[in-house]
């Protein structure tokens, strides 16, 4: 047995060799570049601390931020049908679904869950942008009727919170007809007086902005989000001329009355708290106290005096 072969060289190797570091304990801005620890970037909420850039957040991530003590209850969704076009392109539908569902280990790209925000009671629709983009099917439809139910069922606010690239393509007419599904959904929360309230994340595009996510009586936008229809490359080749800066962003939409605020994200969840305490508790916010009137005695001699004339 050579001891310097079997013993000393492997000491000294396991010393030396570079250590595998996993691909998942650092995440990189998509703005700065920066390169941010995992543990670091979920303390921030998924908010660059370099330049202040908002990532996309997970579901379940973004429901334990906004309800109170991260406390929801989930609600299960009808099971609609599945590939109802037989649709392929250069994968069948079926197979992009089950890929979806085992990435993302979720039905669809919808979660629906009840709880309380600031103490008043709220079902938040929220958009899976990991599963096929957030596109809008049938199954995405039925989660926000299913939404808009409970919240009348309830006598709850309705939250939704978008991010998407619009409908889906694999749907085809099945997907748009989503657009006035889910428009007749909201209406019927607005029609019994409850807030229906629009948290819009990056990106709301395409039919799910042209339908339920721009017709809400309240709309916050998350800094940077991009909010719109088309895309600034199609627009700019439609009309032959350059968008100015900032198009469809949060900030820009903003400034041209399309949205009502737009908020950090480490601010949300007490904004929405006063905003739906504000819509559901209208009296006033604190104990109303009478002022007494000081009426001096020679006023009603005078007023007396000036009758008699």
Not at 239 to 256: C, M, N, S, T, V
């Amino acid at each position: 047995m050579n001891w310097l072969t079997n013993f000393v060289r492997p000491k000294i190797q396991s010393l030396v060799r570079p250590r595998e570091v996993p691909d998942n304990l650092w995440d990189k801005c998509p703005q700065c570049g920066h390169m941010i620890f995992h543990r670091d970037l979920a303390k921030t909420l998924s908010v660059c601390p370099h330049c202040d850039h908002h990532m996309r957040l997970g579901v379940k991530a973004r429901l334990d931020m906004l309800f109170d003590g991260a406390s929801w209850q989930r609600i299960e969704l009808p099971k609609g049908p599945v590939d109802p076009l037989k649709f392929r392109d250069s994968k069948r539908y079926v197979d992009r679904l089950k890929d979806s569902q085992a990435k993302t280990a979720e039905h669809d790209a919808i979660v629906v869950a009840h709880g309380r925000i600031g103490g008043t009671a709220a079902v938040v629709a929220a958009f899976n942008f990991a599963f096929m983009g957030g596109s809008m099917g049938m199954a995405v439809g039925d989660g926000i009727v299913a939404a808009a139910e409970l919240a009348v069922l309830q006598d709850a606010a309705l939250l939704i919170i978008p991010a998407s690239g619009g409908a889906r393509m694999q749907e085809g007419i099945l997907s748009l007809m989503q657009m006035a599904r889910t428009t007749v959904a909201v209406d019927k929360v607005k029609d019994k007086g409850l807030p229906y309230i629009v948290l819009l994340t990056d990106p709301t595009t395409g039919g799910v902005s042209a339908s339920f996510a721009m017709l809400g009586d309240i709309h916050i936008a998350e800094p940077g989000a991009i909010i719109g229809f088309a895309g600034a490359r199609v627009i700019e080749t439609t009309i032959r001329e350059k968008l100015p800066e900032g198009f469809q962003r949060a900030e820009y939409l903003l400034d041209h009355g399309m949205v009502d605020m737009v908020v950090h994200r480490a601010k949300l969840t007490e904004t929405l708290g006063r905003l739906l305490g504000l819509l559901r508790h209208r009296g006033p916010a604190g104990q109303l106290l009478a002022l007494p009137v000081d009426t001096p005695d020679h006023f009603g001699d005078e007023f007396e005096a000036d009758t008699s004339v």
